[in-house]
């Protein structure tokens, strides 16, 4: 393998990432009128270039424990 296919694949995972940070910003569009505090938070994690993980958790885990 040479070094085109490297970078290649790079411009690949670039651009699918870029689809699926799209996506996800779309998902937040369609959520805000059920949960608008997450739909925001969803947008502030992905303004920037870099996802911000100071945020934190969107969906909280729940524990449900039955006897």
Do not use: C, W
Request: neutral net charge; charged residues 20%.
């Amino acid at each position: 393998r040479g070094l085109g296919d490297v970078y290649k694949r790079q411009s690949h995972l670039q651009e699918v990432l870029a689809y699926l940070a799209t996506s996800i910003l779309q998902i937040a569009d369609l959520l805000a009128p059920f949960m608008p505090d997450t739909a925001i938070k969803i947008k502030q994690k992905f303004a920037s270039e870099v996802v911000d993980n100071s945020i934190g958790v969107l969906f909280p885990k729940i524990h449900n424990y039955t006897e």
